[in-house]
């Protein structure tokens, strides 16, 4: 079997439009996990123990099924009790809840390398809980994270070929498109794979730099 270069090329642009989608629902589902993660980690924090353990029950749960699962339970279960949701949405926000409990946990354990002092500093200088929170307690926090969150983002757009079980017409499912209306697949699946790892490592790079610039070491 030999490689059609030709044919390699007319099947180009529908990769690079499924690479699209890719991008799109792992950058919207990355914001998500970010803002997401961090209302698990302050909710965990409250001292109310009935929301504190539900959250904590919620944020194990999630984290303990599979993705797929969750994938179909929103886009085939949910239309059943009448909250219907577009294939690529319902990819963003499931993506978008599956990894917010992860970075809940990045978040927590950056909150809980803050030194003491500074929690010390804030209740002597009579700053109000929001004030310490916003302006010296996650500051300092995110900055000793942002690697571990790094990493998550390239885990998520290393995850989004699942999106195909409901039908997103992301890169994967694009190059299956290409192939089955063709039957030749080894073109479209290397070419998958070479975009996948010219993303992940163009993505890799940014990280490093965000993290030499903005990092706590």
Same mark, same amino acid.
């Given at each position: 079997?030999?490689?059609?270069?030709?044919?390699?090329?007319?099947?180009?642009?529908?990769? =690079?439009?499924? #690479?699209?989608?890719?991008?799109? @629902?792992?950058?919207?589902?990355?914001?998500? @996990? #970010?803002?997401?993660? &961090?209302?698990?980690?302050?909710?965990?924090?409250? %001292?109310? $123990?009935?929301?504190?353990?539900?959250?904590?029950?919620? $944020? +194990?749960?999630?984290?303990?099924? /599979?993705?797929?699962?969750?994938?179909? !339970?929103?886009? !085939?279960? #949910?239309?059943?009790?009448?909250?219907?949701?577009? /294939?690529? $949405?319902?990819?963003?926000?499931?993506?978008?809840?599956?990894?917010?409990?992860?970075?809940? +946990?990045?978040?927590? @354990?950056?909150?809980?390398?803050?030194?003491?002092?500074?929690?010390?500093?804030? $209740? @002597?200088?009579?700053?109000?809980?929001?004030?310490?929170w916003v302006d010296?307690?996650? %500051?300092?926090?995110?900055?000793?994270?942002? /690697?571990?969150?790094?990493?998550?983002?390239?885990a998520m757009f290393?995850? *989004? /070929?699942?999106?195909?079980?409901?039908?997103?017409? +992301?890169?994967? !499912?694009?190059?299956?498109?290409?192939?089955?209306?063709?039957?030749?697949?080894?073109? %479209?699946?290397?070419?998958?794979? =070479? &975009? !996948?790892?010219?993303?992940?490592v163009i993505s *890799?790079?940014?990280?490093?730099? #965000? +993290?030499?610039?903005?990092?706590?070491?």
């Amino acid at each position: 079997m030999t490689w059609d270069w030709q044919y390699s090329g007319e099947i180009l642009p529908d990769l =690079l439009n499924g #690479l699209r989608y890719t991008i799109i @629902a792992t950058l919207a589902g990355y914001v998500i @996990a #970010l803002i997401l993660g &961090l209302v698990w980690t302050l909710l965990r924090r409250t %001292p109310y $123990t009935v929301v504190n353990q539900t959250v904590r029950w919620v $944020t +194990e749960f999630i984290r303990s099924t /599979p993705l797929i699962p969750q994938l179909y !339970f929103v886009f !085939f279960v #949910l239309p059943a009790w009448g909250i219907t949701i577009g /294939p690529l $949405t319902a990819g963003i926000i499931t993506l978008g809840i599956h990894y917010s409990t992860y970075t809940a +946990e990045v978040y927590r @354990a950056g909150i809980a390398d803050v030194p003491k002092g500074q929690w010390e500093a804030c $209740t @002597a200088l009579n700053l109000p809980k929001s004030r310490a929170w916003v302006d010296v307690i996650l %500051p300092q926090a995110i900055r000793r994270v942002i /690697p571990t969150l790094g990493n998550y983002l390239i885990a998520m757009f290393k995850d *989004s /070929p699942m999106l195909l079980a409901i039908n997103v017409t +992301e890169l994967l !499912f694009s190059a299956y498109q290409v192939g089955a209306r063709t039957l030749q697949f080894l073109e %479209p699946i290397t070419m998958v794979g =070479l &975009l !996948f790892v010219v993303v992940s490592v163009i993505s *890799s790079i940014l990280v490093r730099r #965000l +993290e030499r610039r903005y990092a706590t070491h």
